[in-house]
């Protein structure tokens, strides 16, 4: 894993180099430059221009099509509002023409008219409320769903080029961001021209002056839009990228709260810390003012035709050539409804410009790797021999392949213990075997079955993992032994920790196996959280048993216990054991020894000569 994560206002070096890995192109590097391009950094954001926003804009495109599909109610309710508008102000316009002494049939007809179509548009309006938020909740538990599948089918290998905090950012508070664009601005793109144009339909047999000035008033709304707009795009752009680093460098300073006392820094990374999040308010505060400079051309727009229209009446009604009253009053009333559509419009297109900054993190995620069309479904699991082809990695071609051409042969049911030195390849090897890596060259085979033929969840149930920092969740230690298979029965279950001797801590605790813990194995110690991971391996019974440093930090003592353990769950499985450990190494099995990412030394003779399956 990444060892170089360091949360500040610059960009994390990890991120930047797994981005300029050449790996399958992302959405943004089929439209930008080379995978070997350096990445765009938040100072020059703004000149990228539309190099820079064409993936997450044609991302958007087809995400704005697939919702105007969900939108179609929202749009369909509001052009019946629209249409009832028009009657509801010639009701009042007749109302209002009538205590002027020019009443046409009579005020009582048009008033309870007015009432009605009032009525019957508060409900229209509540039901399109309604029908918007389902459509935007509809869409961000689609996106989510896509989101977090994509996640998975990338693996761990992702944190190499992202901070954990940056992808939670990415799944939760960017996609929350989506909302406005899916709920508001989709229908109301539609609802800018449908409905003006009603209104101008409405007002051109009257007068076509009034219907000349209501649409020369309503361009000059998206023209000041388009002006606003070029700022609303970066501020917000530069609001998530704060937002992003502070919620990191916040989750790191959790993590080390320990050493950040001990180190006697905590004055200055609280001061870091409201830097950051001074940061976010001033950025937060551009994408507002942006937001009410849009808002201020709408306003002017309005005031400008409502006036214009007021004046141009009054002075033909003091003429003697307005004609009937109420045709003044009916264009008048119109003039609100006019820009309604056009207020929504501008008031969506900030939440449009949030979901270009949120399309930009999300396009960018990179693909997950390409599975062959016919894939293995199930495989052959009494026994699994692992084969490595000529097998060649590369993370980072600046640093060249993490495996050089590796090969390999482990017969079904042997223990191999993977010796070598920091950054020799053996937890590559591990991360091939578990799916999270595909080589970028050579051929990795499971009982002569090439790895990326079979099916991720045929994989998983070949395996089993143990690693140097076993993940546990907060929950009771019952719920973590069980996560590797949830379906197990109770006596499995008292034999996997019997096996792996959970029981002999867990009877000491005041609830047993129903204790609770803290998220990590919190109130754990390392040699009892490595226990609750021998459990799970011993609980999922997997052929292929992965062991990537299991025995690192722990005390002699607790060593060789722990390795006791292992020994005994070893039996009659294929087994790779990556160690540094002295007392690892004395692990019954084999030896292959790696250096800089190739084998020096091997077991079998078939390794030097024509690799079997």
């Known amino acids: 894993m990444c060892r170089e994560h360091k949360v500040g206002f610059k960009e994390f070096p990890c991120q930047r180099q797994s981005r300029e890995v050449k790996k399958r192109p992302t959405m943004r590097d089929k439209t930008r430059s080379s995978p070997g391009s350096a990445p765009t950094t938040d100072a020059s954001s703004a000149r990228a221009g539309g190099r820079r926003h064409s993936p997450a804009r044609a991302w958007l495109k087809q995400q704005g099509g697939l919702a105007r599909r969900n939108a179609r109610h929202v749009i369909l309710l509001s052009l019946t509002g629209t249409i009832l508008a028009v009657?509801?102000?010639?009701?009042?316009?007749?109302?209002?023409?009538?205590?002027?002494?020019?009443?046409?049939?009579?005020?009582?007809?048009?008033?309870?008219?007015?009432?009605?179509?009032?009525?019957?548009?508060?409900?229209?309006?509540?039901?399109?409320?309604?029908?918007?938020?389902?459509?935007?909740?509809?869409?961000?538990?689609?996106?989510?769903?896509?989101?977090?599948?994509?996640?998975?089918?990338?693996?761990?290998?992702?944190?190499?080029?992202?901070?954990?905090?940056?992808?939670?950012?990415?799944?939760?508070?960017?996609?929350?961001?989506?909302?406005?664009?899916?709920?508001?601005?989709?229908?109301?793109?539609?609802?800018?021209?449908?409905?003006?144009?009603?209104?101008?339909?409405?007002?051109?047999?009257?007068?076509?002056?009034?219907?000349?000035?209501?649409?020369?008033?309503?361009?000059?709304?998206?023209?000041?839009?388009?002006?606003?707009?070029?700022?609303?795009?970066?501020?917000?752009?530069?609001?998530?990228?704060?937002?992003?680093?502070?919620?990191?460098?916040?989750?790191?300073?959790?993590?080390?709260?320990?050493?950040?006392?001990?180190?006697?820094?905590?004055?200055?990374?609280?001061?870091?810390?409201?830097?950051?999040?001074?940061?976010?308010?001033?950025?937060?505060?551009?994408?507002?003012?942006?937001?009410?400079?849009?808002?201020?051309?709408?306003?002017?727009?309005?005031?400008?035709?409502?006036?214009?229209?007021?004046?141009?009446?009054?002075?033909?009604?003091?003429?003697?050539?307005?004609?009937?009253?109420?045709?003044?009053?009916?264009?008048?009333?119109?003039?609100?409804?006019?820009?309604?559509?056009?207020?929504?419009?501008?008031?969506?297109?900030?939440?449009?410009?949030?979901?270009?900054?949120?399309?930009?993190?999300?396009?960018?995620?990179?693909?997950?790797?390409?599975?062959?069309?016919?894939?293995?479904?199930?495989?052959?699991?009494?026994?699994?021999?692992?084969?490595?082809?000529?097998?060649?990695?590369v993370w980072d071609e600046t640093r060249g392949p993490a495996l050089h051409d590796v090969s390999f042969r482990i017969p079904a049911g042997e223990t191999v213990v993977l010796a070598g030195p920091s950054g020799s390849g053996k937890s590559s090897i591990m991360e091939i075997l578990l799916g999270f890596a595909r080589p970028t060259s050579g051929r990795v085979a499971l009982n002569g079955m090439d790895i990326t033929d079979i099916v991720p969840a045929a994989l998983s149930r070949l395996t089993a993992w143990v690693g140097q920092k076993p993940m546990l969740f907060a929950g009771t230690i019952r719920d973590n032994i069980l996560f590797a298979r949830p379906e197990a029965s109770e006596q499995d279950l008292l034999d996997a920790i019997r096996h792996a001797h959970v029981d002999d801590f867990a009877r000491a605790l005041p609830d047993g196996l129903e204790t609770m813990i803290g998220e990590g194995g919190y109130g754990l110690s390392g040699g009892q959280a490595q226990r609750v991971a021998i459990a799970r391996a011993y609980l999922r019974n997997a052929p292929l048993l992965l062991l990537d440093e299991p025995t690192s930090h722990l005390d002699p003592v607790t060593e060789a216990d722990i390795l006791d353990s292992l020994k005994r769950l070893a039996a009659g499985r294929t087994v790779l054991l990556a160690s540094h450990s002295a007392a690892a190494h004395a692990f019954p099995g084999h030896r292959i020894d790696l250096r800089d990412g190739s084998v020096v030394s091997a077991p079998f003779p078939t390794m030097y000569g024509k690799v079997m399956a």
């Open 87 to 393: 009657g509801q102000a010639w009701c009042l316009a007749a109302v209002f023409g009538g205590t002027l002494g020019h009443a046409m049939v009579g005020g009582l007809p048009y008033a309870t008219a007015f009432l009605g179509i009032a009525a019957i548009r508060a409900f229209l309006g509540a039901m399109t409320e309604r029908y918007a938020a389902a459509a935007g909740a509809a869409a961000r538990r689609r996106l989510r769903d896509q989101v977090m599948a994509r996640l998975l089918a990338i693996g761990p290998s992702l944190l190499r080029g992202y901070h954990s905090a940056e992808l939670a950012a990415i799944a939760v508070d960017r996609i929350e961001a989506l909302d406005g664009f899916f709920s508001r601005w989709v229908p109301a793109a539609s609802l800018a021209i449908l409905s003006p144009a009603i209104i101008l339909l409405a007002v051109l047999p009257l007068d076509w002056r009034a219907a000349l000035a209501l649409l020369a008033a309503g361009l000059l709304v998206p023209f000041g839009m388009a002006l606003s707009g070029i700022g609303a795009a970066v501020a917000s752009r530069r609001q998530f990228v704060a937002m992003s680093r502070l919620q990191a460098r916040f989750l790191d300073r959790v993590r080390g709260i320990a050493t950040i006392v001990l180190s006697g820094r905590t004055e200055d990374e609280a001061i870091a810390l409201g830097r950051a999040a001074d940061e976010l308010r001033r950025r937060t505060m551009r994408v507002l003012r942006v937001a009410f400079l849009s808002s201020a051309v709408l306003d002017l727009a309005m005031a400008a035709a409502l006036v214009g229209l007021a004046l141009h009446y009054g002075q033909a009604i003091l003429s003697g050539q307005a004609g009937h009253p109420a045709r003044a009053l009916f264009v008048l009333l119109l003039v609100p409804e006019f820009f309604a559509p056009l207020r929504a419009f501008s008031l969506a297109y900030q939440d449009k410009m949030h979901a270009t900054g949120a399309a930009e993190a999300i396009a960018a995620l990179p693909e997950p790797p390409e599975r062959p069309v016919l894939q293995v479904r199930t495989i052959e699991a009494r026994g699994v021999t692992v084969t490595f082809d000529h097998v060649s990695l």
